[in-house]
């Protein structure tokens, strides 16, 4: 029962091109959604977050949108970097003490 | 100011053995989670302690598991018996309280293979 997806495991985007990474999820409770970037052999860092009562969340070159009614988040980054190749996680939280994580999206950006 | 802190970075046990894994949060953080990442998954939630405390383990496996944040000291996640299954990455990450989740941080892991 996955309750949050991301249904493309990987994406390859042109350096200077905007990413767009995708995530759908299944709970209507969850109320607190957060993207994670992750390098291999190191832990998840924190990207940004959004709250369910808003629908857009800017930081620097990374915005994250929020579409509640069709329960899809979408995490862009303009202009895409090298730097920026990871995997990225979106997870959920529903006021509890865990988050759910989907299964992730490999980013390649290409020089 | 040191992050999150888990050790071993890896780990090799045979079939049957016991694992061992230890976190420290980082400073001032009370609060621990453990997180374990099958190959090609994402990260499924195990188990939330406060200092000797066990809040929600509502992801642990009902055998072999256990979890324990002492008084003084890291906290422990225990695989006891351990079979192949078993084999993934084990995150924790801390807080310095519940609900912060833009500072939960989370150490580096340890990568459990089981042979």
């Known amino acids: 029962d996955q309750q949050v997806k991301q249904n493309s495991p990987s994406l390859s985007v042109q350096e200077g091109r905007i990413s767009i990474l995708n995530c759908d999820y299944t709970?209507?409770?969850?109320?607190?959604f957060l993207w994670y970037k992750k390098y291999p052999a190191e832990g998840p860092t924190f990207l940004i977050s959004?709250?369910?009562?808003?629908d857009k969340n800017e930081d620097g070159r990374f915005t994250v949108f929020l579409n509640k009614s069709a329960k899809h988040l979408s995490l862009h980054i303009v202009p895409s970097q090298p730097g920026d190749s990871a995997v990225y996680f979106c997870?959920?939280?529903?006021?509890?003490?865990?988050?759910?994580f989907g299964g992730g999206t490999r980013l390649m950006v290409k020089p | 100011n040191a992050g999150v802190m888990q050790n071993p970075r890896h780990l090799v046990r045979r079939r049957g053995q016991e694992a061992r894994l230890r976190c420290s949060p980082m400073?001032?953080?009370?609060?621990v989670y453990w997180y374990r990442q099958l190959p090609e998954e994402g990260l499924k939630f195990m188990v939330y302690?406060?200092?000797?405390?066990?809040?929600?383990e509502s992801g642990m496996p009902k055998e072999r598991f256990s979890a324990e944040f002492p008084k003084e000291g890291p906290s422990i996640l225990r695989i006891q018996q351990v079979v192949r299954g078993d084999s993934a990455a084990y995150f924790c990450?801390?807080?310095?309280?519940?609900?912060?989740?833009?500072?939960?941080?989370f150490g580096s892991g340890t990568r459990l293979t089981v042979v």
């Open positions: 400073k001032g953080h009370s609060h």
């Open positions: 709970n209507s409770m969850f109320d607190y």
């Open positions: 302690l406060q200092k000797e405390n066990i809040i929600d």
């Open positions: 997870a959920a939280n529903n006021a509890g003490n865990m988050l759910t």
């Open positions: 990450a801390s807080s310095p309280r519940t609900g912060t989740f833009y500072g939960y941080t």
């Open positions: 959004i709250s369910s009562i808003k």
